[in-house]
């Protein structure tokens, strides 16, 4: 069973930086797609970022050039750079993995295991 623990949410006034963190627990995949999503009151899950296990990365478009997803294996653990902050990046924000070689999407029909969501709040 995998556990997902996210870190480093908090309160930064547009223009600023945070770093998200997601521990991985339990057991790990070969072959895997990781992604973050987010989730604003009143409005849907949406895919921010995505890494596989070939190190292929994907990013919505209203987060290019300002977040950066990343990974070490060794300490098992998936992060989110965030840059450039706005307002409109003001939700909550989850790790989710799925197991398998088939391409990362930003879907959220298309992972398994989702952690609790760490909150990321953005003044003007």
């Known amino acids: 069973q995998v556990q997902l623990v996210e870190s480093g949410g908090g309160s930064v006034q547009a223009g600023g930086s945070l770093r998200l963190s997601c521990a991985v627990l339990g057991s790990t995949y070969s072959s895997y797609c990781m992604g973050w999503f987010r989730q604003a009151p009143g409005k849907e899950r949406e895919g921010v970022a995505a890494i596989d296990s070939d190190g292929l990365i994907i990013y919505a478009d209203s987060v290019k050039g300002r977040f950066t997803i990343s990974e070490d294996n060794a300490k098992n653990t998936l992060y989110l750079q965030m840059n450039s902050l706005k307002p409109e990046d003001t939700a909550m924000y989850y790790c989710?993995?799925?197991?398998?070689?088939?391409?990362?999407?930003?879907?959220?029909?298309?992972?398994?295991?989702w952690g609790q969501g760490t909150q990321v709040n953005v003044s003007s």
């Open positions: 989710a993995a799925r197991r398998g070689t088939a391409r990362c999407t930003l879907d959220r029909g298309d992972f398994q295991h």
